[in-house]
């Protein structure tokens, strides 16, 4: 997460908060616990807004 951090510019906050919706995702997804797909998963829609705010 750190690496994707640096690459994306993201702060603190941002970590944190896409760390909730990797959570949220993973609920949705049935899984106990949050893996790299569901951190991986709300990390691109995260670079997709970064690069297309308006989407």
Same mark, same amino acid.
């Given at each position: 997460? @750190? +690496?994707? $951090? $640096?690459? %994306?510019? /993201?702060? /603190? *906050?941002?970590?944190? $908060?896409?760390?909730?919706?990797?959570?949220?995702?993973?609920? %949705? @997804?049935?899984?106990?616990?949050? +893996? +790299?797909?569901? /951190? *991986? !998963?709300? %990390? !691109?829609? *995260? *670079? +997709? /807004? %970064?690069? @297309?705010?308006?989407?």
């Amino acid at each position: 997460m @750190d +690496e994707a $951090r $640096r690459a %994306l510019g /993201l702060s /603190l *906050r941002a970590v944190v $908060r896409c760390q909730a919706v990797a959570a949220t995702v993973a609920a %949705l @997804d049935g899984a106990v616990v949050v +893996e +790299e797909s569901h /951190l *991986r !998963e709300v %990390l !691109e829609f *995260r *670079r +997709e /807004l %970064l690069i @297309d705010p308006a989407g």
